[in-house]
């Protein structure tokens, strides 16, 4: 009270950074002598929380381990790292930031010295230790202060777009980023704050400290610790549970995290509840009732209610079907309930007005954290159950059904994962085209041109009767500036079928970079008039409508681009949507 007068209310900051995590919470604060007898005397107003972020002391560990120790560790060993399995990348990735945590902590404490010198030198040393069966020697080098300032220049900058970088299993980002997604939830400017808070771990580092309190982006802010970074959280818990017991309410008043609502015809979203609103919501017992939405169209069987969190990403939570009676037309009433507890629980009710026992509920905790499981996820979850049921029965899981799991992987964006189950198999001497197809299109999604040709080039030679693995393997000699043969191996695939778009839009991009524009335009068309046709029969089908897209913009059709690609975007809404 002696640095902060708290008569007058003051927008406080709290910054909690872990190891794992950054969050930031921002409350209106005052003193209340009225609240004296049945509390502390303060009244807080909980005004915003930033989105929940993976982003704290670890994502720091794991930048100095892939910048400085593991470079000069497989330099030093003669390890090819990228050659290595995933499971091994793993492995030592993690042995190495054990090593990298201690290194900044040791720097952390030098620089947190009264009157410490600019030219530290920081030593370390790697124990041997075995990668893949190949010992190591004890690796040794030091870090000075320099360095480390510009390993850690990714986490304090104020250019929170260039500092956002994702590398194999961690990314880089501004611990200001989830700063300032709660000072906008807040409704308040960086110069609105009167109290910034540190807590967490993470917040002994003395370089987020010093960039925090001596920039200008908090102009009339006072700065302080909690009593205990490492402690604070644990000990809060145990007075807000005592409160909580003792006067049957929380200290704070807990809000909404993020935006909720639901998704209507045309895919329009519908707030139901505002970022900030604070709990239990409504705050008299019952639902708060919406009674402005109607049934689009006539003699529908069903109608679909996704509801959707909104925060930096918009999200879907669930997606539900209400069943309607026969005949049901078109402007009849849909009435829509939602009630959120103080334990952040939500219920969320549908009926039709005129029909009330035609009805629709569910319930979910911490809505805000949910995220509706896509095609990709559900195709490749239920593999996995089969997978897990084949093995509590003590069956044999065939080589191809791991191939095939490893397929769903990578198609629902698990790159590294597919390429753990792939090598599995690689080291069990499975050598078939199907694993070498996708353990190409695997190298080829993370950029590695020189594998994943490779391993197309094996595809194609284990099954040289596949148009698909023709095509794969000629797109990448394209791809990889040996134009003449690729064009060679793609006419081999027209010639063995006629009808695959790829083979055709492949060579218009050959031709193209050769210089041959007429005959470039000419096997674009060829694709275009394939891609049209199967689009009309496949209409929701992703990669045909993206390849149509493609071909119309390189032949400068934008206008019929633009339609693809509409399309396209109505595709991936409607799945995500559940239809």
Wanted: proline content about 4%; glycine content about 6%.
């Amino acid at each position: 009270d002696a640095q902060l007068d708290m008569r007058t209310p003051k927008n406080i900051l709290i910054f909690d950074l872990g190891a794992g995590t950054c969050d930031v919470s921002i409350f209106e604060a005052s003193y209340d002598t009225a609240l004296l007898p049945s509390g502390i005397g303060l009244s807080i107003k909980n005004r915003a929380i930033s989105n929940y972020e993976k982003l704290g002391g670890d994502n720091i560990d794991l930048h100095i381990v892939e910048e400085e120790l593991l470079p000069i560790f497989c330099e030093k060993n003669l390890i090819n790292f990228h050659s290595l399995p995933e499971r091994v990348k793993r492995a030592l990735r993690f042995s190495l930031k054990i090593k990298a945590r201690q290194l900044k902590e040791s720097i952390c404490r030098q620089i947190a010295q009264e009157g410490f010198k600019k030219s530290i030198e920081q030593s370390w040393a790697i124990d041997p230790l075995s990668v893949a069966s190949i010992p190591t020697r004890k690796t040794s080098g030091c870090i000075g202060f320099e360095r480390f300032m510009k390993l850690m220049e990714p986490f304090v900058t104020a250019d929170i777009a260039d500092s956002f970088k994702v590398s194999d299993d961690y990314f880089t980002e501004s611990f200001l980023s989830p700063v300032y997604n709660a000072l906008k939830k807040a409704d308040l400017g960086a110069e609105d704050i009167d109290a910034f808070i540190f807590n967490g771990g993470s917040c002994h580092n003395p370089i987020i400290r010093k960039n925090l309190q001596e920039s200008e982006i908090f102009p009339k802010a006072k700065f302080f610790d909690t009593p205990d970074l490492d402690l604070s959280v644990s000990r809060g818990a145990a007075i807000h549970c005592y409160y909580l017991h003792k006067y049957g309410k929380p200290i704070v008043t807990p809000i909404v995290n993020s935006e909720i609502g639901i998704f209507t015809y045309g895919q329009k979203r519908e707030p139901l509840v505002k970022a900030g609103t604070e709990l239990p919501f409504p705050l008299k017992d019952g639902f708060s009732i919406y009674d402005n939405f109607f049934i689009p169209k006539d003699n529908l069987v069903s109608v679909g209610i996704s509801i959707y969190s909104k925060d930096k990403y918009t999200r879907i939570l669930s997606n539900l079907k209400l069943l309607l009676p026969e005949g049901t037309r078109k402007g009849e009433p849909v009435t829509i309930g939602v009630k959120i507890d103080s334990n952040k629980i939500m219920s969320f009710s549908a009926f039709m007005k005129n029909a009330p026992e035609v009805k629709i509920e569910t319930e979910m905790s911490h809505p805000w954290t949910h995220n509706v499981h896509t095609p990709e996820d559900i195709s490749a979850n239920e593999l996995w159950q089969k997978v897990a049921d084949l093995k509590k029965q003590k069956n044999a899981v065939g080589h191809e059904t791991m191939i095939e799991l490893a397929n769903k992987e990578r198609k629902r964006g698990n790159i590294w994962g597919s390429l753990e189950i792939l090598q599995r198999l690689q080291d069990k001497d499975i050598n078939t085209w199907s694993l070498n197809n996708i353990l190409a299109l695997c190298y080829d999604a993370i950029g590695e041109e020189n594998k994943a040709l490779g391993y197309f080039k094996k595809a194609m030679e284990l099954d040289p009767q596949h148009v698909v693995h023709i095509t794969n393997y000629g797109y990448k000699l394209v791809d990889c500036k040996r134009i003449q043969e690729g064009i060679s191996m793609l006419r081999q695939a027209v010639d063995m079928n006629s009808e695959y778009y790829a083979s055709y839009l492949w060579l218009g991009r050959a031709y193209r970079a050769e210089g041959e524009e007429e005959q470039a335009k000419k096997e674009y068309t060829k694709a275009r008039q394939i891609l049209r046709d199967l689009t009309i029969q496949h209409p929701q089908n992703e990669a045909y409508l993206c390849s149509l897209e493609s071909v119309n913009r390189s032949l400068g059709d934008y206008e019929d681009a633009d339609m693809a690609n509409k399309q396209l975007q109505d595709a991936r809404s409607t799945k995500m949507l559940n239809g």
